[in-house]
T-cell receptor, first 115, second 115 residues
């Protein structure tokens, strides 16, 4: 069964460094998402991406964040200058067009630790 | 705006007890979708059940059942004959037809099942 994959599973970086989190969505899906979960808290929506552009973003998704689908298979989240508070689990998700339940398929997550 | 409320922060039960997790949602969308996810200590989001706003029929799937009531905007989830392996954080989630179909999560309920 196809699934969303994310790499790396765990990334450690120094404050102020740039990080790129990578996701490979399910191949025939058209909608792509990033979510964030700070340890012990709820999962929060960051951004949705469709037709090669951002369709919606949350207040969390400020100028430090960007997303890209560089080659038609990968979907990346870049944090330009990481802060301590960016430490969290980042989930990628994808969704096909339509569907009875509008269900998004989540990847296993990348745990980002900013020191 | 969409909102999901899980009033129960933590629940502790003894193995084989039934347990119900409460979820109340708010949305202005006429078409929406509701989900329950399980997050074990390993951190991934495990899809459990889903429902769309047109179908209030309640069902049972193995040890899981749900009670969807549009009149009270509730989507409660019951685990029958709980097991230690059910110990996890459970998230109720809502997705509509706006906002890029983003998913909004509740704060989660941590379930402890004791042997």
């Amino acid at each position: 069964e196809p699934e969303v994959t994310q790499t790396p599973s765990h990334q450690v970086t120094q404050m102020g460094q740039e990080v790129i989190l990578r996701c490979v969505p399910i191949s025939n899906h058209l909608y792509f998402y990033w979510y964030r979960q700070i340890l012990g808290q709820k999962v929060e929506f960051l951004v949705s991406f469709y037709n090669n552009e951002i369709s919606e973003k949350s207040e969390i998704f400020d100028d430090q964040f960007s997303v890209e689908r560089p080659d038609g298979s990968n979907f990346t989240l870049k944090i330009r200058s990481t802060k301590l508070e960016d430490s969290a689990m980042y989930f990628c998700a994808s969704k096909p067009r339509g569907g009875t339940y509008n269900e998004q398929f989540f990847g296993p997550g990348t745990r980002l630790t900013v020191l | 705006a969409q909102k999901v409320t899980q009033a129960q922060t933590e629940i502790s039960v003894v193995e084989k007890e039934d347990v119900t997790l409460d979820c109340v949602y708010e949305t202005r969308d006429t078409t929406y979708y509701l989900f329950w996810y399980k997050q074990p200590p390993s951190g991934e989001l495990v899809f459990l059940i889903r429902r769309n706003s047109f179908d209030e029929q309640n069902e049972i799937s193995g040890r899981y059942s749900w009670n969807f009531q549009k009149s009270t905007s509730s989507f409660n989830f019951t685990i029958t004959a709980s097991q230690v392996v059910d110990s996890a954080v459970y998230f109720c989630a809502l997705s509509g037809n706006t906002g890029g179909f983003k998913t909004i999560f509740g704060a989660g309920t941590r379930l402890f099942v004791k042997a």
